[in-house]
C-alpha cells in the first residue's frame, strides 16, 4: 500500500538504517543522504520516509510529504553553500527511474547544461 514500508525497496532500507549511506540530513518525514554514483560533485537524494513510488505518486497521494521533501531539497543546497542547483525527479523509467521509491536529485557544484538529455 502507498506510504507503507516495502521489504524490496532499496530507499525503504536506508531509511531503516539497514543499508548504509551517507545521511546529509534528517527530519521527522524525509531523509537525505549522498548518491553512490555522484553526477557532480553535489549529489544528494532526499526521500519521503513513507514509500511513494514516484513523484507522481508522491504529488497525488501526500501532497503535504512532496511540500516536505521539496523544502529539504532548499535545505541541502543551503548547507552544501549552492548558490546554483538543480532538483530533479526522474519519474517513469522512460525519464531515468531506476529507484521505485520517490527521491529528488539535488545537484550542484559544476555548471549544468539545459536542456538536460
Ligand atoms: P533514479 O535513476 O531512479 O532517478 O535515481 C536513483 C539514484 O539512486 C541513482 O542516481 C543511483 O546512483 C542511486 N543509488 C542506487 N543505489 C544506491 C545505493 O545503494 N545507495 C545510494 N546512496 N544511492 C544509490
Ligand atoms: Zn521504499
Not at 41 to 66: D, M, Q, R, S
Not at 88 to 101: D, L, M
Request: overall charge negative; charged content about 20%; glycine content about 6%.
Amino acid at each position: 500500500m502507498a506510504g507503507e514500508p516495502q521489504d524490496d525497496c532499496l530507499f525503504c532500507k536506508i531509511v531503516a538504517r539497514q543499508i548504509p549511506a551517507t545521511i546529509v540530513r534528517e527530519t521527522e518525514t524525509t531523509l537525505a543522504f549522498r548518491d553512490i554514483n555522484p553526477q557532480a560533485p553535489t549529489h544528494v537524494l532526499v526521500v519521503p520516509k513513507a514509500h511513494y513510488k514516484n513523484a507522481a505518486e508522491l504529488a497525488e497521494a501526500a501532497p503535504a510529504l512532496a511540500a516536505d521533501v521539496l523544502a529539504e531539497t532548499r535545505a541541502v543546497a543551503d548547507e552544501e553553500k549552492l548558490e546554483s542547483y538543480r532538483t530533479v525527479f526522474n519519474t517513469g523509467s522512460g525519464a531515468g527511474q531506476t529507484v521505485w521509491h520517490a527521491h529528488a536529485h539535488v545537484l550542484g557544484g559544476r555548471g549544468l547544461e539545459w536542456p538536460p538529455g
